[in-house]
């Protein structure tokens, strides 16, 4: 006998539960829809019929894949970021809740002209704010070429790729210019802790985009010590950070003279983004 559609959910609800899936209930309705070919708003009320075959196929085997701890997002290969789709593939970090607060407080700030996001991996950061500010413009750059293909991908569905340069870069090795806003989520995790982290991350999402090795600090040296120079006079660097980073994230940037020095928490009310101005000095030499 053919099972009804709410049946099949119901049962895969059981079993992603038993497996110690947290949010099965939500994992299994975003995979039955998508096997489906619906939005999951539709799913209680197409609950009644039976479930076709080729739909039970698919979805059995997106199950399976997230019952070995795939990701959802990696399963049906996008995201949904502030409110808009994002291509994923293996090439890219999975853009999470957490990085909407950078996202947040860059829209709380004047709106810039050109702003640079690093390590821009899928291009949620860089994409998102070029839909939100229709005048601005951006570079965005990252040190896998992969990586720049899912960007311009996604630049592409959002209507954005008129206004972004995607550029291969080493951090600053290849940017020119002047930014009034500098941005990125760079890989922050500690050598030491990557083997807790939870399998759905350390085996899914690219190893350069989650640690740099070390103390996990190396990349906000390297943007303490270098984004001045490629900032306008009131420019502004916004960076994400662990959530026990921040009193090392603030001494690295006050360290290289930064002004207003601020952490932004998250909605668990944890650090999750330090914001800072242009040291006056070099804001200085940029005006002259």
Not at 131 to 148: H, K, N, Q
Not at 169 to 198: H, K, Q
Not at 239 to 266: K, M, P, S, Y
Request: net charge negative; with cysteine.
């Amino acid at each position: 006998m053919t099972r009804s559609i709410a049946e099949t959910l119901r049962d895969a609800v059981r079993r992603l539960d038993s497996a110690g899936i947290q949010e099965a209930s939500a994992d299994a309705r975003h995979l039955l829809a998508h096997a489906l070919g619906v939005g999951r708003d539709r799913l209680i009320l197409i609950g009644p019929d039976p479930m076709p075959d080729d739909a039970r196929v698919a979805f059995e085997a997106a199950l399976a894949r997230r019952l070995a701890r795939e990701p959802v997002s990696r399963i049906i290969g996008q995201r949904l970021f502030w409110g808009r789709i994002f291509g994923v593939t293996p090439d890219v970090l999975d853009p999470r809740a957490d990085t909407e607060t950078l996202i947040a407080a860059a829209l709380a700030g004047p709106v810039p002209d050109r702003l640079l996001d690093l390590g821009t991996g899928s291009g949620a950061i860089a994409l998102t704010l070029l839909a939100e500010w229709p005048r601005a413009r951006a570079v965005a750059t990252d040190i896998s070429p992969a990586a720049l293909a899912v960007a311009a991908q996604n630049a592409r569905a959002l209507d954005v790729a008129d206004r972004v340069e995607l550029r291969l870069s080493d951090w600053f090795a290849d940017v020119t210019g002047r930014f009034d806003l500098i941005l990125s989520n760079p890989p922050y995790i500690a050598a030491d802790e990557m083997p807790g982290l939870a399998p759905e991350v350390v085996l899914h999402d690219p190893a350069l985009a989650l640690s740099p090795g070390g103390d996990g600090l190396s990349p906000y040296r390297i943007i303490a010590a270098q984004a001045a120079a490629h900032l306008t006079p009131e420019g502004r660097v916004m960076v994400e950070i662990g959530w026990t980073q921040g009193a090392d994230v603030l001494a690295i940037f006050a360290a290289q003279g930064w002004r207003d020095l601020r952490l932004i928490r998250d909605l668990e009310g944890r650090d999750r983004v330090l914001c800072a101005l242009i040291p006056a000095d070099l804001a200085e030499m940029t005006r002259k």
